[in-house]
């Protein structure tokens, strides 16, 4: 090809050459995984950029909220009244004397000096600063506006001197204190009012403390000390006006952002007064937002992960590009190898004007291709060659039968002409698995299944539900049930009916080494669908004694084997998944060989790897399947049964080269597997017949031992390859 890598610039250089095929093998996997990760990047971007306006529109609480938390006032102003004490104001002012030109306030610093009081909560950062407390403005509709009755005065100011001329006659009124406090609210005077109720705390008794309190944390709260405001407020519960408290106390926890105590203390507040239309308001705001920030964290933790992700492919993209550059530094420029080529056809024209080639004729109703001697013959398939079996040299016997689309036969083939059956290829197939090779004597003398054949079989590669699935025997290992494999002489009689149960099964020790496997398929399975599995509940009514003939019978008798727990406990509850698999509980089947996966011994965890894999097949997940099974060729690769069905897997995932690689595998496999021969049709005319599906010819990874194994699963669907 013109632009083939590997027309380099020093041919002769092999050690170049080795590392140009490493590198175009690296990058062509390389460019696979950006191609995933990218579409895995777009498919979980989150996108959604009118999440807060939807919820606002949507949430239940926001709706009856009808504004957004940041609209209400938190700071809503509140106060316990000397009344609820069954005191009135009046007894302790004069409001009938004189008025002095010039007023006086009742500014209590002036009045006392009180350098510290235990009771003053001195302690607290808020008191300490507050004669830098800041006052924003009141709004008109404060209520504490509403409180100082004009009774006891004209106006504000002379209702303050009154006050002062209270507190001169008698500097220990906790009452006259409590009154100067709301005075200096009115007037938005922090700094004094905190003096003012420190006095009344000083000079109060314990049930009346409450007053000075709520006066004290309102103006803590206003002044951006909602912390020592809420502890404040908690003192006062112990011997206060519940509602004023409660409600105080869910407006600061509401700034705070402590939305699940300003909740609580919103529902207190209106056990104590049902209906309170603020409270209702203020606890639909916030539990409005208190779902908007959740949502909008959430969206960022996404955002955050798809930034990390995006980072990180464009760090492997930048890896990519730097080896793609080294890849093309030894390719030859295209006008060379353009050049290179134009000598090589002329040098074949001149080859072929000179006879350096053979003529060959089309016999047996064009099935075979005759020709005179035993060297390469180079053909095309299409037109005349459509139909072509096998190539004959020189005599009738068939030496080679063609399995590649475009195939070349060498010379050495000839010592095999006497018969078909001495191939290497037939012989690898029919002695395979434990079969009998004579049920294939009559098929060794010819090329099986035939062209005609497969078109009937499998006109097309056959779907995924069309599909079959397997159960891995223990006995394949020398594991065998005897509880659930008995014979007929054990008692079934028993009349109470069972299912096995796995869900009460302890498996403390759960293997490590599954931990994130089954973390990323917990994440996403759904087993919950009803699909009975028709293949295993053949493979389970010929494991059981022919006594039990019903689901129900067959169900107790599992359940009783898992009881009496003669067989190692991991065997019995492999068996329970194949109940379940059968009978189309793939939540139940799931769990009973999850916990046979956690109970078996490291040596056979492939048995319940590979048959929770099946699983999985039969509901569709194929992609989930095939990496248990990788697990599993990790823990044993002698099995065929893992190789086909993670060739089912790779075939429902359109991906047919993976497919035919663990097909070649379990064919290169000697162990006994009966349930593997309905496969085997399939999988020849697969090798056989690539071209009925639209199969091109490529190179994959192998495998040896159990560890390394790559199908690449898995693979778009219009690049299906196949190696011959």
Known sequence: MVDSPMNLKHPHDLVILMRQETTVNYLKELEKQLVAQKIHIEENEDRDTGLEQRHNKEDPDCIKAK????????????????????????????TKSPLPPDLEQPECTKILDLPYSIHAFQHLRGIQERVNLSAPLLSKEDPIFTYLSRRLGRSIEEIGHRIYDGLMKNSSSWILYNMASFYWRIKNEPYQVVECAMRALHFSSRHNKDIALINLANVL???????????????????????????????????????????????????????????????????????????????????????????????????????????????????????RNIIHETQMAKEAQLGNHQICRLGNQQHSLHCQWDQPVRYHRGDMFENVEYVEFGGSDPVSSMTSITSELHGNHSDLSHSLGSSPLVHSVFSLWGLDSDAYREKQSILWPKRSDCIKSYATIPTSEELPTYFLHPENRGQRIYSVLGS?????????LYEPDCSSISDAHAADSFYFLFKELDSHLDLKENMPDSHAKQILYSRVSNQLSSQQQIGSFIHHAIVKARDPLWLVLNEAGLYWRAFGNGTFAFTCLRKALNLAPHEFQDIPLVNLANLLIHYGLHLDASKLLRKALTINGSEPLTFLSLGNACLALKNVSGALQAFRHALDLTTKCLECEKSLKLIRCLQFYPFLYNITTSSCSDYRGGQHFRSSCPTPANERTLEL
């Open 488 to 496: 007929a002489e054990e008692d079934h009689t028993d009349t109470d």
């Open 67 to 94: 504004v957004p938390l940041g609209d209400l006032d938190l700071y809503d102003g509140t106060y316990i009244t000397l009344e609820s004490k069954d005191i009135s104001p009046e007894d302790y002012i004069d």
């Open 221 to 339: 709260h206003r002044a951006h000390f909602s912390a020592d405001a809420a502890i404040v407020v908690h003192a006062a519960l112990d011997y206060s006006d519940v509602f004023t408290s409660y409600y105080t106390l869910g407006n600061i926890y509401a700034m705070l952002g402590e939305y699940n105590h300003s909740v609580l203390c919103y529902d207190h507040a209106l056990q104590a007064k049902p209906g309170f239309e603020q409270a209702i308001k203020r606890k639909h705001a916030v539990l409005c937002q208190q779902k908007l920030e959740q949502k909008l964290e959430a969206q960022h933790r996404s955002l955050q992960r798809t930034l990390n992700e995006l980072k990180e492919y464009q760090k492997q993209h930048d890896h990519y590009l730097r080896q793609q550059e080294i890849l093309e530094k030894h390719k030859l420029i295209q006008e060379e190898q353009i050049l």
